[in-house]
């Protein structure tokens, strides 16, 4: 069965730092990989869904990675902002299985 | 633009009582969801549906039942709450004409049983 397993489970670090989040999962033969961002007491927001034909998707300051092989994928925020404070989760969404999540707090 | 809409944020319910937990998406996608979030063991799948009138378990469905009777709406049901039904309910929403595209969410309902 499908595990997502997310480390750190929580990073704090000051504004304009380069980040790495984490995110494995033991089943290789997964579709598709999700990011998500919540903010406390609200939904899921999606940032990043990467195909598995794909290595990494962009979109302005975050990057998102897949490595198949390895089965692991890593979420890389530029240049951090306190705006970035949020819990990010992972998700194998064809398999519809999430990871814990990495709750983040970036600090002026 | 995207819309999931649940319809209580906060929900406050007795031991027993049967509790309708509603979710509309105005995308006309196929693909509904129910999860629960819960501190320590992020989110788990209670119940989908790829159409109308169509069901699936997920992970936990003991103890909650689903209702589709319209393309847009998908009601989870707690069909005799209990204290271990305290928890964030979860509502998403994706289209199946292209399993590529992002799931949706909507901004979760907060279950207190009492």
């Known amino acids: 069965k499908q595990e997502v397993t997310q480390i750190p489970a929580a990073l704090s670090v000051p504004e304009g730092e380069n980040l790495v989040l984490n995110c494995s999962f033991t089943?290789?033969?997964?579709?598709?990989l999700q990011w998500f961002r919540q903010d406390p007491g609200k939904g899921l927001t999606s940032l990043l869904l990467i195909q598995s034909s794909q290595r990494e998707q962009t979109s302005g300051r975050l990057n998102a990675s897949l490595d198949k092989s390895s089965g692991r994928s890593t979420l890389y925020i530029a240049a951090s902002q306190p705006g970035d404070s949020a819990t990010y989760l992972c998700?194998?969404?064809?398999?519809?299985?999430f990871g814990t999540g990495t709750r983040l707090q970036v600090f002026p | 633009d995207v819309k999931v809409t649940q319809s209580s944020r906060y929900l406050v319910k007795r031991t027993g009582e049967k509790v309708f937990l509603e979710c509309v998406q105005d995308?006309?996608?196929?693909?509904m969801f129910w999860y629960r979030q819960d501190p320590g063991l992020g989110l788990r799948l209670i119940y989908f549906s790829y159409d109308v009138k169509m069901k699936e378990k997920g992970d936990i469905p003991e103890g909650y039942s689903v209702s589709r009777e319209k393309k847009e709406r998908f009601s989870l049901i707690l069909e005799s709450a209990s204290t271990n039904q305290t928890s964030m309910y979860l509502c998403?929403?994706?289209?199946?004409?292209?399993?590529?595209?992002?799931?949706?969410f909507g901004d979760g309902t907060r279950l207190s049983i009492l």
């Open positions: 089943d290789s033969a997964i579709y598709n």
């Open positions: 998700a194998a969404t064809d398999k519809l299985i």
């Open positions: 995308m006309d996608h196929e693909n």
């Open positions: 998403a929403s994706s289209t199946s004409s292209d399993s590529n595209q992002p799931q949706h």
